[in-house]
Each structure stands twice: as C-alpha cells, then as structure tokens.
C-alpha cells in the first residue's frame, strides 16, 4: 500500500473508516518521548553490534532528536495516516534522513516496541505519584502532629463508639497511603524489565543484544520470554489496581469530608478555594472537590476493569486487542495524580472546628468501653463488666444523664460492687490518655507513630 511502512504485499489502500478506527495516534502520541528514547537505545545497540555502522546509527540518533524537538515546538501534527506514534516517528525519520533510517527498525518489532515505550511511560508516572503521595503523606503528618492530643469522636456503623484523638484519625489515613506508595513501589519493582528485541513473538536471527538495550534504558534486565513480553500487560493491571484501591482510599477520606462539612456536623470548614457556590442558592459553599473525588474512583474502577476484559480470552501471542491497553491507562494516571494533589491542597486548607466536635462528644456514652476495662482491671470477669456497663447505659438513658450523674444507690442496684469510687475518673481525656496499647490512640502512643512514620518517610523519599 502506498505510503504504509506495511504496504508492500497489499494492493488497495485501507478504507477511510478503517483507518480511522484502526489508529491509535490519537492517544499513543503521548508516548513520543518514551518511544524515541527506545529507539535511540536500540539503534545504539544496533551500532554497537555491527548489525548498523557507526555513522548510521549516529544519523539516525541525530534525526530522531530533530524530530523530538519539532514535536515539542509542536511542530509536528500527527494524523491518521500516521496510525500509530511508532510509525509516525518512524516514517518521519525516513522522510529527513532518507534510505538510512530504514535500518532502525531492524530486530524489533511495534509489538515490543509498544511495550517498551509503555513500560517507559508508567514507569516515569509511577515516580511521579509516588512523589504525589509522599506529598500527601507529610501533609498528613503535619497535621497529626498538630492534632495529636485533640479529643474526637471515634466511629464504628457511623455511631458514636470511643473518643479518639483527631491525630489517630490522620495517621489511620497515613497507614493507607502508606501502603499505596508500597504498593506502587512493588509494582515498579516487577514491571521493570525490557520487552524491547522481543521482536515480533519469538526474537531475532540478527546478533542482538538485549542485555545492553536494557541497560541503556535503565531497566533490571530484559524479559526473559520473547512471547510473553509482547503479550503480557501485567504492569498495567497491577498499575491499574495500585490506582484502584489507592483512589478508594481517597474516596473514602473525601466522603469522610462531605459529612463533617455538613451543617448537623460542622467538624470542619474548608477552605473558601476549595468549595463552590450554588448558581440559585446564595448562601450554598458546597464541598465539590470532596464529592468530584468521591465520584472520580469510579473512572478508575472502569480503568480496571476494561483493562482485565480485554486481556480476558486473548490468546498468545499479540493481538490488536492490546491496542486498548492504553486510554484506559492514561485516564487512570491522570485522575489518579489529579486527584492526590487536589486531596493534599484541601487538607492543608482545612481547619478542624474542635468547638463543633466537643460539642457532640457528651452523647453516645463514648467511655462506656473504659468503664468496662476499668472494671476488668478491678478483677470483674470482662463479659460481666459489659454487663454492668450497659445496664448504667440504660439508667442513664431513663435518667437523661451520663455515667457522671448516677448516684451510689443507682450504681449499688445495678451491681453491688460498684459505686461512684470504684468508677475512678471516667472523664474523657482520661479514658484517651490510658489507652497506650501499641496502636492505640493516647497522645504519646500517636506521637510514636508519627515518630516512626516521619522517619519512614525521610527513608523513603
Ligand atoms: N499501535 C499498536 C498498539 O498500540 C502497536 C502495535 C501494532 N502491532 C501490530 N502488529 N499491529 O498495540
């Protein structure tokens, strides 16, 4: 076909339709950067063996800069007919250095030049939202310090269950982050290796050396099976996953933030930059970013599972089915990183109302739990001092009044070996202050945690 690096054994060219639904300029050409960095790694390679000369290698490096920096001018417009960002690129080189860069594309094939520049391209993202993260992370850490010994409310079933200190709450976020930036780190660790010289399925007969064009690309070494390279889209998935769970995490925080915004809450007040207004209802601040970073995950979700229906089914070795390997991807890389740092900023800007939050810690009995310890540690077996605990609850709820009120007589009736002595101090801030359990939520037990996480972060960055 006239005018295709593949037209030769074909006599009629592609219908316009086809053509366009056969393309993936629209989308790959993202990825030119990541693509001229492997062919000048190949090629290099190519020169090193002797498979191109010396001054054809260096016309061809030289050629393929050209064209990176009439693409960054914007230059360059790649349409249809260029099909996909290799051939673009490719025939693009043809064009100003002439027959010499027909050689470049010897002993590889787009199948693993594809995955190369894939693995390129995810790799340099993965950095990127690590980074992200780590950001997130120290804004968290700021504020756990901040809010160390700050007394909230715990929940569980969105009931009020035991007080807690608002820094454990933050550091409960750090744990999950945490693990994404682990995560992350885990699937960088594994997907970086080099597809590149896999060729079409099953390698080369031309002395290659794919040990050196790893090298040259930063990667721990060359793929091990030429088949499997071309056909496995693995990193994207577990990528893909790493995005899902880690943009449920911010999900959950973000709707965490739309109830304690809420009028009945008022836990917090966000910054005015981070909300927007009603266009009928003038006195409406709406947490939008919160809600948009609730409804983001489930684009990412989408990602995820379009990504493992396509694998689903598709036999070895490449199909033009992991074409569709690729916007997905992207949409992912892109949500994902938008919506750490938008989640970073509204923290930052984001002050916690402890008036409000004090406000609503006299309901719900939040020290029932340490009355029962309380009464564990004075030698009644633990299911009975449940017992006893709640049948105070019960009183108290006659009553309407907390433990505090009850008198000696009441407590004697519910269980002779209680009175208003054996109850010891109760108060909130003492109850949070006694739990220094590892883990638990007292002051100085957060502030190890912080302690602990700062210095993994430090590590880690
Ligand atoms: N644009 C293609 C993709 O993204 C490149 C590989 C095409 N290979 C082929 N044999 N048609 O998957």
């Not at 010994?149 to 820094?167: D, K, M, Y």
């Not at 010289?197 to 031309?206: E, P």
Request: a negative charge; hydrophobic letters at 40%; proline letters at 2%.
């Amino acid at each position: 076909m006239a005018g295709s690096l593949w037209g030769g054994r074909f006599e009629k060219e592609m219908d316009d339709i086809v053509k366009r639904f056969n393309a993936s300029i629209g989308f790959d050409q993202r990825m030119y950067n990541d693509d001229i960095d492997g062919s000048i790694a190949h090629v290099t390679m190519l020169g090193e063996q002797g498979i191109v000369s010396m001054e054809e290698k260096d016309a061809i490096i030289a050629g393929l800069e050209e064209i990176r920096k009439d693409i960054e001018k914007g230059e360059i417009v790649f349409t249809v007919e260029d099909e996909d960002i290799h051939m673009g690129i490719e025939s693009r080189l043809i064009q100003r250095i002439g027959d010499v860069g027909k050689k470049l594309h010897t002993a590889r094939s787009r199948n693993d030049q594809c995955q190369v520049d894939g693995r390129l391209y995810v790799r340099r993202e993965i950095k990127e939202i690590m980074e992200r993260l780590r950001y997130l992370e120290s804004v968290i850490l700021e504020k756990a310090e901040k809010y160390a010994e700050e007394i909230t409310i715990g929940f569980t079933h969105l009931q009020h269950a035991q007080p807690v200190t608002l820094g454990f709450v933050f550091m409960a976020y750090f744990q999950m982050f945490k693990r994404d930036l682990q995560r992350l780190s885990d699937t960088y660790e594994r997907m970086n290796y080099c597809p590149l010289g896999a060729c079409a399925l099953a390698g080369t007969t031309l002395p290659t050396n794919r040990h050196r064009t790893a090298e040259l690309l930063g990667f721990t070494a060359p793929t091990e099976n030429a088949m499997d390279s071309v056909s496995d889209r693995d990193y994207s998935l577990e990528f893909l996953s790493d995005a899902a769970i880690s943009m449920m995490h911010l999900s959950r925080w973000a709707e965490e933030f739309t109830w304690w915004n809420t009028s009945e809450f008022s836990y917090i007040a966000i910054d005015d930059s981070f909300c927007t207004g009603s266009s009928i209802m003038p006195q409406k601040k709406n947490p939008d970013m919160a809600e948009l970073l609730r409804g983001k995950v489930g684009r990412v979700y989408g990602d995820l599972m379009q990504l493992l229906t396509v694998m689903k089914g598709t036999p070895l070795a490449y199909n033009k089915d992991f074409q569709e390997d690729k916007e997905s991807l992207f949409d992912a890389i892109d949500t994902w990183k938008a919506s750490i740092t938008i989640f970073a900023k509204m923290l930052e800007n984001t002050e916690f109302r402890m008036d409000m939050i004090h406000k609503q810690m006299g309901k719900g009995f939040l020290n029932a739990t340490d009355i029962a310890e309380h009464f564990a540690k004075q030698g009644i077996p633990f299911r009975e001092a449940h017992s006893i605990v709640g049948r105070m609850v019960k009183v108290c709820e006659n009553n309407h009044c907390d433990f505090e009120e009850l008198t000696d007589e009441e407590l004697q009736k519910i269980d002779v070996r209680v009175t208003k002595e054996t109850l010891g101090d109760i108060s909130i801030p003492a109850c949070v202050e006694a739990r220094v359990s590892y883990g638990g939520t007292a002051p100085s037990e957060v502030k190890r945690q912080i302690e602990k996480e700062k210095e993994w972060l430090s590590y880690y960055s």
